[in-house]
């Protein structure tokens, strides 16, 4: 049996966080698919009633995927409650190379990848910068609060 993988999010706006992930993980929004111009035709299409879809849904993509076809797709899906606690599973951007680059290197590389998505619409929650062990990380929120780290 074969099996993929999707990452689900929950959020209140997917445009925004499509916008925002496909700039973090240098993805691209997923087009609809063949033979329908918009996500809107495809459901249509698929028998979804008007009544069922979101309005505005299927007008812009929500969902992204990694364009070498090697990472999961990612779909952020519109619910009505917004977040509240801290979320249970989170991404964490490996930037840094791991223990066999220089703490320096990999310092400099998690700072600037920060501050990349700090200019897309992340906020920095908090760094961690460890010199004995090593350990130089920083948690982030996207734009709509969601945590996810960088390493």
């Known amino acids: ?18 916008a925002f992930w496909s700039e973090a993980l240098g993805y691209v929004p997923e087009a609809p698919p063949g033979g329908h111009a918009t996500w809107r035709d495809y459901w249509v299409a698929s028998g979804v009633p008007d009544e069922e879809l979101p ?3 299927g007008d812009t993509p929500e969902s992204i ?10 779909w ?21 190379g791991g223990r066999d680059v220089p703490v320096a290197v990999r310092r400099q590389r998690v700072a ?5 998505l700090v200019r897309a619409g992340a906020t920095v929650v ?18 709509e609060g969601n945590e996810f780290c960088v390493v």
């Open 55 to 57: 309005a505005g849904a």
């Open 126 to 143: 908090r760094t961690t910068d460890e010199p004995d062990s090593g350990h130089c990380a920083a948690l982030l929120r996207d734009p």
């Open 112 to 116: 600037a990848e920060v501050e990349r």
């Open 65 to 74: 995927v990694d364009p070498a076809g090697q990472g999961p797709r990612v």
């Open 76 to 96: 952020f899906q519109q619910v009505p409650e917004p977040k509240t606690a801290k979320n249970r599973i989170h991404f964490d951007l490996k930037v840094g």
């Open 1 to 18: 049996m074969e099996m993929t993988l999707q990452l689900t999010v929950d959020c209140a706006d997917p445009r925004r966080l499509v």
